[in-house]
């Protein structure tokens, strides 16, 4: 290796070893490492042959075999087809799959109103949906939760495995102790979700917010450019505004697991008291609260008075002109507060979710326009500004993500 490949290769290392928990990089953390790369490959090309695999990750070819092979035996991938021969006479390489019924994963969406449960295989497809009316009493609720993920397994009895249950939740999360601490949204104050959940079902549960589950999601399973991003900002553009931040492939959680909340930055000293006790937050300017509220000045006397965001999406969709304004003033302000975080974080991607998306036409112009006027450094790289790559709740899709990730994503060592 010439001395600049080292230096190279040196410099890709840039994380201080964790030496409060460190787990020397011994040969059962390497396999499991290499088998998560494996079956990342396989989820992201199936069906895909050995040969290529080994191209992709750099292994060779006996190793390749013998993990493939450990992960044939788990029922973790299958063969498909068994090798027809070629016209030239030669066998072609066995394509590979995931095994999509080793894994029955569950995901619970919980928002103020409506909460969504599902089971997906290891594919990523989904096999059950059902949703419920979000409950007052949070230890009854879940408690129903519980139940109706235990009917589910029984019915789904195909999966070899429910490695455990996701939860998307609509507030401030302590993922570390599992419980769900406040929402401005759902009157759930202290809720030890983990803990109930995990007594009625057995099986493992996370929980994270929406904004964060929805980075996750779009890391994860975003649109297929995003396939080699690594540094990500979601917002969530809600009732109220969260953010969810993937940096290096990974989410950012922060040193009290409350990382995201960038709504609450100041963006105006002299502005309206916040519930956090602050003046002027950027959430009193561009979230969906605020933009009904701007609406209803603005449409004065005259006009519907409307309440929910989907009721004023169809108003601009119908070229409503106080309700566009609304919109077009909070696409202002969603440019602002976005260009401050593209200077602090420097993510490729800046994904915007939540039903003002639906008019992406009329904001995503006035957002780029803040964005250029505003950034500071010169960039090699420009930033794309996208909507959510799924148009219906990617809060869920990010709850079965959570699973996934714990199955997928590769541990740090050391
Ligand atoms: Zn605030």
Redesign the pocket.
């Known amino acids: 290796m010439s001395n600049s490949r080292v230096i190279h290769s040196r410099h890709r290392f840039t994380r201080k070893p964790n030496l409060a928990d460190v787990k020397a990089a011994g040969h059962d953390m390497l396999r499991l490492v290499n088998r998560r790369i494996l079956l990342s490959i396989l989820s992201d090309r199936q069906p895909i042959s050995r040969p290529e695999i080994a191209k992709i990750s750099g292994h060779n070819k006996a190793t390749i075999s013998t993990i493939t092979g450990e992960l044939l035996k788990d029922s973790c991938i299958i063969e498909e087809g068994s090798g027809r021969t070629t016209p030239i006479g030669g066998k072609p390489p066995t394509p590979l799959r995931l095994n999509a019924q080793r894994f029955g994963l569950f995901g619970v969406d919980i928002r103020a109103d409506e909460t969504i449960l599902a089971l997906s295989d290891f594919n990523n497809r989904i096999v059950s949906r059902v949703s419920y009316e979000t409950g007052v009493d949070s230890t009854a609720f879940l408690n129903k939760i519980g139940k109706e993920i235990r009917k589910l397994s029984v019915k789904h009895d195909s999966f070899i495995e429910f490695p455990g249950i996701g939860v998307s939740l609509p507030g401030l999360v302590d993922n570390h102790s599992g419980k769900f601490l406040l929402s401005v949204v759902l009157p759930w104050r202290d809720v030890p979700v983990v803990q109930l959940l995990e007594k009625s079902t057995g099986l493992p549960v996370i929980i994270d917010n929406s904004a964060r589950c929805s980075a996750l999601a779009e890391i994860w399973h975003g649109k297929a450019q995003y396939a080699h991003v690594r540094n990500l900002l979601y917002v969530s553009v809600s009732t109220g505004l969260a953010c969810g931040v993937v940096i290096d492939g990974g989410l950012y959680r922060g040193g009290n697991n409350t990382a995201g909340q960038f709504?609450?930055i100041?963006i105006d000293l002299n502005g309206n008291e916040?519930?956090?006790?602050?003046r002027g937050?950027w959430?009193?300017y561009a979230s969906d609260k605020a933009t009904l509220k701007r609406y209803a000045e603005l449409r004065g006397t005259s006009g519907k008075r409307v309440t929910a965001m989907r009721k004023l999406i169809e108003l601009v969709e119908a070229g409503d002109a106080a309700a566009t304004e609304a919109v077009r003033e909070t696409a202002r302000y969603l440019g602002i507060g976005i260009t401050g975080l593209i200077n602090g974080l420097d993510p490729e991607v800046v994904v915007i979710g939540g039903e003002i998306t639906k008019v992406w036409g009329v904001i995503e112009p006035i957002i780029v326009e803040e964005t250029k006027r505003h950034l500071l450094a010169p960039r090699s790289h420009s930033i794309a500004i996208r909507p959510s790559a799924f148009e219906v709740r990617p809060s869920l899709k990010g709850a079965l993500t959570l699973i996934q990730n714990s199955l997928l994503s590769v541990p740090h060592m050391g």
């Not at 916040?274 to 602050?278: D, E, I, M």
């Open positions: 709504g609450h100041p916040c519930r956090c006790g602050q937050c959430d009193l």
